[in-house]
T-cell receptor
Framework: QQQVKQSPQSLIVQKGGISIINCAYE??????FPWYQQFPGKGPALLIA?????SEKKEGRFTISFNKSAKQFSLHIMDSQPGDSATYFC????????????FGTGTQLKVEL | NAGVTQTPKFQVLKTGQSMTLQCAQD?????MYWYRQDPGMGLRLIYY???????DKGEVPNGYNVSRLNKREFSLRLESAAPSQTSVYFC???????????????FGNGTRLTVT
């Protein structure tokens, strides 16, 4: 039972293009929504995160859009670069109770020249 | 700072063998976690320890045991390995002043385990 559904599974984008990854959740108790980036052979690392009381958060070329009523959030990577090629995971957490993160299934992004 | 250190990096086991995956963090974090990563399934929580002296089951605990040896170390044990436990295992710790809201998970670089 996947509490956080992520799509697409894989994505190929041309250099300079926009990469968009989508996630949806069911548990309305989630109150923290991070995105993690993982390079081959490494552990995931926090990329950007958002709280449900804001609709958008931007850090450099990375933007999270959050739609509380639809229970959806997405990651947009502007001006995608080959160095952005990695696996991206959305996640959600209920604060307290061990602060456990529930992850999506991951999106493998490849940015081509 | 080394962050989160996992050993070994690679391991091959035969069905029925046992082993312990080691994890240590040097960030003085209270909470530690074990995840497994499988293709198409993302990261799934096996066990976690909210603080020294406590451990709790996650989403997929069957076939595993854990020990929070002290604040720094959190080990994962496979008592009788099965092919279904072939996976990449990640240990993580949770930082921040209160270890809560907005605190990022810090991951190790994983242990790639194959059970034949």
């Amino acid at each position: 039972q996947q509490q956080v559904k992520q799509s697409p599974q894989s994505l190929i984008v041309q250099k300079g293009g926009i990469s968009i990854i989508n996630c949806a959740y069911e548990n309305t108790a989630f109150d923290y929504f991070p995105w993690y980036q993982q390079f081959p052979g490494k552990g995931p690392a926090l990329l950007i995160a958002i709280r449900p009381d804001v609709s958008e958060k931007k850090e450099g070329r990375f933007t999270i859009s959050f739609n509380k009523s639809a229970k959806q959030f997405s990651l947009h990577i502007m001006d995608s670069q080959p160095g952005d090629s990695a696996t991206y995971f959305c996640a959600a957490r209920v604060t307290g109770g061990g602060n456990k993160l529930t992850f999506g299934t991951g999106t493998q992004l490849k940015v081509e020249l | 700072n080394a962050g989160v250190t996992q050993t070994p990096k690679f391991q091959v086991l035969k069905t029925g063998q046992s082993m312990t995956l080691q994890c240590a963090q040097d960030m003085n974090h209270n909470s530690m976690y074990w995840y497994r990563q499988d293709p198409g399934m993302g990261l799934r929580l096996i066990y976690y320890s909210a603080s020294e002296g406590t451990t709790d089951k996650g989403e997929v605990p069957n076939g595993y045991n854990v020990s929070r040896l002290n604040k720094r170390e959190f080990s994962l044990r496979l008592e009788s390995a099965a092919p279904s436990q072939t996976s990449v295992y990640f240990c993580a710790s949770l930082g921040g002043i209160r270890g809560g809201y907005n605190s990022p998970l810090h991951f190790g670089n994983g242990t790639r385990l194959t059970v034949t």
